[in-house]
């Protein structure tokens, strides 16, 4: 089983700047993505920005330029900075990751979810 953990989250004016993180533990053998989503109340959860074990990155149109997403896949972590953040930025905001587990040499596939971190961004 892998956990996902996120921290980071909070409330700030428009025009400001926040920094999730999130970290992975559990009996990883290797990440193939990390990435984070969000959901804003009433819609449904949306795709913010991945990144594979590569360095590939992806963003959302509406974060371009504002939002970067970085992080070490063989250490577990990753982060998205967001800055210029917008009210229509507000959400739970959740990492995921994929990648395969070993557990004593049996090697599964696992697509794992944190349990989400609120950032509202206030005009």
């Known amino acids: 089983q892998v956990q996902l953990v996120e921290s980071g989250g909070g409330l700030v004016q428009a025009g400001g700047s926040l920094r999730l993180s999130c970290a992975a533990s559990?009996?990883?053998?290797?990440?193939?993505?990390m990435g984070w989503y969000r959901q804003a109340p009433g819609k449904q959860r949306e795709l913010v920005a991945t990144i594979t074990s590569s360095g590939d990155t992806n963003y959302a149109d509406s974060v371009k330029g504002r939002f970067t997403i970085s992080g070490d896949s063989a250490a577990g972590t990753w982060y998205l900075q967001m800055n210029r953040l917008r009210p229509e930025d507000t959400a739970v905001y959740y990492c995921n990751a994929d990648g395969t587990t070993d557990y004593s040499g049996s090697y599964r596939p696992f697509d794992s979810w944190g349990q989400g971190t609120q950032v509202s961004v206030s005009s």
């Open positions: 559990g009996s990883i053998f290797s990440i193939n993505a």
